[in-house]
């Protein structure tokens, strides 16, 4: 990804063998995530998947990866 997000962004997550679009809420109103960068986010997926803390996720978007990162908490 070539440009920052926000809360509201919707990527898709990759769970092993599962996928499931997701919206990324961050911490801060108004904050952005720009490339590179490393950030604790919460996220909400659309549909009921089985996940637990440990677990590492894909973000991908039109094909692409574009972040990656692990579970640390289920709420």
């Given at each position: 990804?070539?440009?920052p997000f926000g809360s509201g962004y919707t990527?898709?997550?990759?769970?092993?063998?599962?996928?499931?679009?997701?919206?990324?809420?961050?911490?801060?109103?108004?904050?952005?995530?720009?490339?590179?960068?490393?950030?604790?986010?919460?996220?909400?997926?659309?549909?009921?998947?089985?996940?637990?803390?440990?677990?590492?996720?894909?973000?991908?978007?039109?094909?692409?990866?574009?972040?990656?990162?692990?579970?640390?908490?289920v709420g």
């Open positions: 990804r070539r440009t990527p898709q997550f990759f769970f092993g063998g599962t996928d499931v679009t997701g919206a990324v809420e961050l911490p801060a109103d108004g904050a952005l995530v720009h490339p590179g960068d490393r950030a604790h986010v919460r996220f909400k997926l659309l549909r009921p998947v089985g996940i637990e803390p440990g677990m590492r996720f894909a973000l991908r978007e039109g094909g692409r990866t574009i972040g990656a990162g692990m579970v640390t908490a």
